[in-house]
């Protein structure tokens, strides 16, 4: 079992940043891809980035390409979401999610690729 918590959100003005960090615990998530999701209020849960167990490959959903990066730190069992250039439409709930052992493709851009989910952290960008 893998326990994920997310932390980092917040209420910021478009144009602003926030640095969302995801602790797992548990078991090491060093073996795993993970993941970012975001649901906003009465919409599904969508993708929006995922990396690979070493770090050296990254998958981003086109909206937050250039301004959101994944990164993670496989010592200290976390995984990171740096978002800058924020707008409302990046408004929602933000949830870190664990993946499996096996290999890294685009089918981790989907709910299903994922087998651990934190209880979200809400992100509020006002205009």
């Known amino acids: 079992q893998v326990q994920l918590v997310e932390s980092g959100g917040g209420l910021v003005q478009a144009g602003g940043s926030l640095r969302l960090s995801c602790a797992a615990s548990?078991?090491?998530?060093?073996?795993?891809?993970m993941g970012w999701f975001r649901q906003a209020p009465g919409k599904e849960r969508v993708f929006v980035a995922a990396i690979s167990r070493a770090g050296l490959s990254t998958y981003y959903t086109d909206s937050v390409k250039g301004r959101f990066t994944i990164s993670r730190d496989n010592a200290k069992n976390t995984v990171y979401l740096q978002m800058n250039s924020l707008n409302p439409e990046d408004t929602a709930v933000y949830y870190c999610?664990?993946?499996?052992?096996?290999?890294?493709?685009?089918?981790?851009?989907?709910?299903?690729?994922?087998?651990?989910w934190g209880q979200g952290t809400q992100v509020t960008v006002s205009s």
């Open positions: 548990g078991r090491t998530i060093g073996n795993q891809y």
């Open positions: 999610a664990a993946g499996r052992p096996g290999v890294f493709t685009r089918a981790t851009m989907t709910v299903s690729a994922y087998d651990y």
